[in-house]
């Protein structure tokens, strides 16, 4: 499902609640606006940075934690996965599409550290925001309206899963980590990073029912997913002027 048919919705009459839930419904979105330039950059942490370049041999609950804070913080991350569940309501569709997207990102996430396969950071990171837009013109039905056309949702989730995974790797190749321990480490950190996003998904799944039961939930998705769409494109405006810079 996606906004394509919220023209048929007929508007209601806002009562003071309504009005309350939709100023806390953009309060949020305005301090998502306001996020400083360290959430788009969504670089190392240097202490953790400076931790796994100091340790070797096998580290399995530092690497799961650093693989849950990863995505727990990962706001671009966070932001697709977000995307992706908004119109889905059965728990087997959400199951369906956030392995997809596990599948993705792991896979890549995996192979790209342990062949070292590098991707300019800038690049990637880019390529992950183009993912939210993509995401929330998909909501929109904005791929209808323009084009007549309908991409796969499902094969989208995987394709844009393996850019996550490749954007994870960036990272991971960052900690600059001793090859000793490194097969266990990095699928400790891919535990990590599975049991982050399955508390992130849990919070918005939370927050999702309350606000679907709402009489208003049609008429704030819309705003929603265009606020989504223009932090995708401040995400690749700030990555590619990133790149420019950095050359």
């Not at 096998?58 to 913080?73: D, E, P, Q, R």
């Amino acid at each position: 499902m996606n906004l394509f048919v919220l023209h048929e919705v007929k508007a209601v009459p806002i009562c003071w609640a309504t009005l309350l839930r939709k100023g806390i419904v953009y309060l949020i979105l305005a301090l998502l606006l306001v996020v400083s330039t360290d959430v788009f950059a969504h670089a190392v942490a240097q202490g953790d940075k400076g931790y796994i370049q100091e340790i070797t041999g096998t580290n399995i609950i530092s690497f799961m934690y650093l693989g849950a804070k990863h995505m727990v913080t990962g706001y671009d991350h966070i932001l697709f996965l977000f995307g992706v569940i908004f119109f889905l309501y059965k728990m087997k569709h959400i199951a369906l599409y956030v392995s997809l997207f596990a599948l993705g990102h792991s896979s890549t996430m995996l192979l790209g550290v342990y062949f070292n396969i590098g991707i300019n950071s800038y690049i990637i990171d880019a390529i992950i925001g183009l993912s939210v837009v993509y995401k929330a013109m998909d909501n929109l039905g904005a791929f209808q309206r323009w084009f007549d056309v309908q991409p796969n949702p499902k094969l989208a989730t995987l394709l844009f899963g393996f850019c996550h995974g490749f954007g994870l790797s960036s990272k991971i190749i960052e900690y600059d980590i001793s090859p000793d321990g490194l097969i266990p480490n990095l699928l400790a950190f891919n535990i990590g990073v599975e049991i982050g996003q399955l508390l992130a998904l849990g919070g918005i799944l939370i927050v999702m029912g309350f606000w679907r039961r709402q009489t208003s939930f049609y008429r704030q998705a819309y705003s929603v997913n265009v606020v989504m769409m223009s932090l995708g494109f401040m995400l690749i405006g700030y990555q590619l002027t990133g790149y420019v810079v950095a050359q």
